[in-house]
């Protein structure tokens, strides 16, 4: 059976499409694929390299197959500065000292009436005299018994003073001013403060002063003002 022309050109073609164009894209793909993800190249000279641990040196001979990979940018060390900063020195506040002065020490008490209470504020035979802390507050002279005091007018109400080894009954041990007086004053050596108190205050080991001021006797003391309105 001869063969004709038409059915040896589709026997060629045929051949191509099962057997050479499968093979040329399988070889194409290889090649593509060394290029791109696994690039490979002969040696074509004899090199010497180091290991990883670079404790050893490797030949590669003449002919030897080898991959080539760029090494990515790491960024540099960051720099440590080992210079400590100078120490900041911030400068220490002086203390506030408690305004001090001498005060001559005397007392008085509103039930005796007289001298002890105005007679306004008298009313059948007792002080009603009401006295104030100077914050807006009023209440009975017997309230601020044994911690208030009347004090010259220099020193607003409200102020409180700490009387060296004479303390108040109150907290805090401070006596208030809630009151004024006539011979409340302030004198050349001293301020006068009239303790409201019943009895006569004993300082130890204070000293008492006589003079015109003072002519029966009074406690002379230091004395810190603590608080002002």
């Known amino acids: 059976m001869k063969m004709n022309k038409d059915n040896l050109v589709h026997i060629c073609l045929r051949y191509i499409a099962i057997v050479v164009l499968p093979v040329a894209v399988t070889l194409t793909a290889a090649w593509v694929w060394n290029k791109t993800f696994n690039p490979q190249e002969k040696v074509e000279t004899e090199m010497q390299v180091l290991s990883l641990d670079q404790q050893q040196v490797i030949t590669i001979l003449p002919g030897a197959k080898i991959t ?34 001498m005060a001559r020490i005397s007392h008085y008490n509103p039930r005796l009436l007289g001298v002890n209470c105005h007679p306004d504020n008298v009313l059948n035979g007792e002080c009603t005299s009401w006295l104030s802390d100077g914050a807006g507050s009023w209440a009975h002279w017997s309230f601020y018994e044994n911690w ?17 080894h004479f303390p108040s009954s109150s907290p805090d041990g401070y006596w208030t001013c809630v009151d004024r007086g006539t011979l409340i004053s302030v004198l050349p050596d001293s301020i006068r403060l009239d303790l409201l108190t019943p009895n006569m205050p004993y300082v130890h080991q204070g000293d008492i002063v006589k003079d015109k001021w003072s002519p029966s006797g009074s406690y002379v003391v230091k004395v810190e003002i603590v608080h002002t309105p």
């Open 148 to 164: 208030g005091l009347a004090c010259p007018k220099t020193y607003s109400l409200g102020t409180k003073f700490a009387i060296s």
């Open 68 to 101: 080539r990979q760029d090494i990515p940018p790491t960024l540099p060390n960051p720099t440590v500065s080992t210079t400590l900063p100078e120490p900041t020195t911030v400068p220490t506040p002086e203390p506030t000292l408690a305004p001090q002065l």
